[in-house]
């Protein structure tokens, strides 16, 4: 692994169901040579992310979101920039019987850190930092 963080990598993809398939696939490509259970959760995390921004933000001007990846020494950084929400992405109680409200606890669990800030533009930014164990 590297012993400094890369420059970020960038993706604009439509702001839409088809959207964390794209992404997905791109990190797949992107980082062949992520440990495989590294990469389970940096997948698992970018999935809970942009699905979320489809969910409850509106898209960038352009109308699609941007995510990006940064891989440092220790972790590999994921975040989705979207034209800002009404709500602020927060773990909530788990109930298992429930189709939503999983998606920020199981974030939570598999990163190390995660945030969500409003841009002074009004756009939001969701992150997670993936462990490289």
């Not at 590297?2 to 398939?21: C, D, N, T």
């Not at 969910?55 to 220790?74: E, F, Q």
């Not at 602020?88 to 995660?114: E, Q, Y």
Request: hydrophobic share 40%; net charge neutral.
């Amino acid at each position: 692994m590297p012993a400094a963080k890369q420059a970020p990598e960038r993706l604009r993809v439509p702001h839409q169901s088809g959207a964390p398939g794209q992404v997905r696939r791109w990190l797949r490509d992107a980082l062949p040579d992520l440990p495989e259970e590294v990469r389970d959760d940096l997948l698992v995390c970018a999935t809970e992310l942009v699905s979320n921004a489809v969910r409850h933000a509106r898209p960038l001007p352009g109308g699609d979101l941007c995510v990006v990846y940064t891989l440092g020494s220790a972790d590999v950084e994921v975040r989705v920039v979207d034209g800002g929400s009404r709500t602020h992405p927060h773990v909530c109680a788990v109930n298992l019987d429930s189709a939503h409200g999983r998606g920020m606890f199981i974030v939570s669990k598999l990163s190390t850190d995660w945030g969500a800030r409003t841009l002074g533009d009004g756009t939001q930014e969701v992150w997670a930092r993936i462990p490289l164990r």
